[in-house]
């Protein structure tokens, strides 16, 4: 199947501004950086009228079209998995795939037999060479790995496993040469450039969506006060006991929200600018947030991580900032703390590569 991909350079400007421009009642995300020190994560992504919807929890997917531009993926999953289908409609299938078990090599894990096969099937059938960012965006849950470890699951969860969509309108944006560029990818090269038409012009008489500025109330904390302040005296304990040498606890805080997101989201900016943020809104609920740290990188048949041990707040110039830097780097407790966290990263990398 060929696809082809018309682009075209749009005005340059804060990649939000697109956003609420493009943000509507279909899915949609931003992937935005700010104040990144690694020029490759000075990059910012927009993408809108996604075409598939993929749904996974344990044995089950489901699968959605959402525009004919995929009824060639859609038609794809229905002849290489209709004999696992519990439901099919016009634009819907239901799928359910058991977990096999998996005797293979280590390196071949990721062919287990499971859900999670529809993902790689359509990425290896559909490949292609050219730069046009069309693809999956969406979220992994922890549980994901549960379709590939034999491990048990000792907390269950309503989260889906993945939760994807097809997008094929892509904005992309280098901040550090001040470049924003439309990707619209289809199967005709005509319908791509009636798509760029289409999404160029938008822009240009656009305005940017009005929302209702969210109330957020009934807050709740898991754990409370007293079991959180038990837990960390009992692990002071085993530390001191030689038992265990670091743990991370966390609190899970609920809330009810009424509104839109999106202005929590520029506060958050605002507040906390990182190099890497997201909103992405699946329709039925919001991912939001920010963080200064990548998780890992695959770029050039290399596989970089850079892990953050410790923080402190920003300074109120530039000479306080500078001072806060020389305070972390220097800090005794911080220089273990990351020690200990490249030690681990190199023991999993050196367990985990394959030639």
């Keep these: 199947m060929n696809f082809h991909t018309q682009s075209t350079s749009v005005p340059y400007s804060d990649a939000l501004q697109y956003y609420k421009r493009l943000h509507t009642q279909n899915p949609s995300f931003i992937f935005e950086s700010a104040n990144g020190s690694d020029p490759s994560s000075r990059l910012s992504l ?8 993929l749904i996974g929890k344990a044995d089950h997917c489901l699968v959605r079209l959402l525009d004919e531009r995929a009824k060639v993926f859609f038609d794809f999953i229905f002849a290489h998995f209709g004999a696992y289908a519990t439901l099919t409609d016009v634009h819907e299938i239901s799928l359910s795939i058991p977990k096999k078990p998996f005797n293979g090599e280590e390196n071949e894990r990721f062919t287990r037999e499971n859900i999670g096969k529809i993902i790689r099937d359509l990425l290896l059938h559909f490949k292609i060479k050219e730069q046009n960012f069309m693809g999956f965006y969406g979220a992994l849950s922890y549980n994901f790995i549960y379709l590939y470890e034999d491990i048990a699951q000792v907390k269950e969860n309503d989260t889906p496993d993945f939760h994807l969509f097809l997008f094929d309108n892509i904005i992309f944006f280098n901040h550090l040469l001040q470049q924003a560029t439309l990707y619209c990818t289809r199967t005709e090269d005509h319908l791509a450039a009636e798509a760029v038409e289409k999404y160029t012009a938008h822009f240009d008489k656009a305005k940017n969506a009005a929302y209702t500025h969210p109330v957020v109330h009934n807050f709740a904390f898991t754990p409370d006060d007293s079991t959180f302040r038990d837990q960390v005296s009992y692990a002071r304990s085993l530390c001191e006991q030689g038992e265990l040498m670091e743990v991370v606890f966390a609190r899970k805080i609920t809330a009810d929200v009424e509104g839109d997101t999106l202005p929590i989201y520029e506060n958050y900016r605002a507040i906390n ?6 909103h992405f809104d699946f329709g039925d609920e919001i991912l939001l947030g920010t963080s200064p740290e990548v998780m890992i990188r695959y770029e050039n048949n290399k596989v970089i991580l850079r892990p953050i ?24 407790k911080e220089k273990a703390e990351l020690s200990t966290n490249m030690r681990t990263i190199s023991f999993i990398f050196m367990t985990n590569s394959f030639n």
């Design 46 to 53: 927009v993408g809108c009228d996604p075409t598939l919807e």
């Design 273 to 278: 600018p990182s190099p890497y943020m997201f």
């Design 309 to 332: 041990s410790g923080t402190i707040g920003r300074g109120k110039s530039v000479l306080e900032d500078h001072q806060n830097m020389l305070t972390l780097l220097t800090d005794p």
